[in-house]
């Protein structure tokens, strides 16, 4: 089994919705932020690759044929390069609806709340946010800055030809053309909404011993 999907767009971009929809279509697991809910030790390693002692990303995932999200987005170059067949799949949205989203989800204090809480060693995820994205993430002005970059470079730096951009309301057609698959036959899948995240979230706390 080998990664044929490296996500290189940043989290709350479609990304939740991309892991169902790429499990579906691919027949096997897709990492994605949730993963580290049930796999912890997986976070020193991610906290490790962003002081440059980066894993062997084969064996890493080993058990994936696809990955998105952060802390994926984080390390797309390394994964593009460990996994060289694989097509990079750059989910975008606005930058505007972007922060909007982020800052209520991802960005939002009541995250640092419930690392601080556990299971989660403290500063996870922000330190390697901070670290392999920007260190102002918590200004507007600078994240979206930040977010346009990122955009920017994987355009200026994926051969067009293994590149697929796309935005949550693309649905099935470009990644099932991009990897010579069947369209399925049901309706893509839409979930992890602002509410649904913050829902998920106060459980994680409420459940926390």
């Given at each position: 089994?080998?990664?044929?999907?490296?996500?290189?767009?940043?989290?709350?971009?479609?990304?939740?919705?991309?892991?169902?929809?790429?499990?579906?279509?691919?027949?096997?697991?897709?990492?994605?932020?949730?993963?580290?809910?049930?796999?912890?030790?997986?976070?020193?390693?991610?906290?490790?690759?962003?002081?440059?002692?980066?894993?062997?990303?084969?064996?890493?995932?080993?058990?994936?044929?696809?990955?998105?999200?952060?802390?994926?987005?984080?390390?797309?170059?390394?994964?593009?390069?460990?996994?060289?067949?694989?097509?990079?799949?750059?989910?975008?949205?606005?930058?505007?609806?972007?922060?909007?989203?982020?800052?209520?989800?991802?960005?939002s204090p009541k995250v640092e709340q419930a690392a601080a809480a556990g299971p989660f060693p403290p500063g996870w995820p922000h330190d390697l946010i901070a670290a392999r994205f920007t260190p102002r993430w918590r200004d507007e002005d600078e994240a979206k800055a930040a977010f346009l970059r990122h955009n920017d470079e994987v355009r200026a730096t994926v051969a067009p030809e293994r590149l697929l951009e796309w935005r949550p309301g693309d649905g099935w057609r470009p990644i099932c053309a991009a990897l010579d698959i069947p369209v399925p036959d049901q309706p893509f899948p839409h979930v992890n909404t602002t509410a649904q995240f913050r829902a998920r979230l106060d459980r994680l706390r409420t459940t926390t011993p």
């Open positions: 089994m080998s990664v044929r999907v490296v996500g290189a767009g940043l989290g709350r971009t479609g990304t939740e919705s991309l892991k169902i929809a790429l499990e579906q279509v691919l027949d096997g697991r897709c990492y994605h932020m949730l993963e580290t809910f049930g796999r912890p030790d997986d976070i020193p390693v991610w906290m490790a690759a962003a002081r440059g002692e980066s894993p062997d990303w084969v064996r890493f995932l080993a058990d994936y044929r696809a990955a998105v999200d952060w802390p994926v987005a984080a390390f797309w170059p390394e994964l593009a390069e460990a996994f060289p067949d694989s097509l990079v799949l750059l989910s975008v949205r606005d930058a505007d609806a972007w922060w909007t989203s982020v800052s209520n989800t991802i960005f």
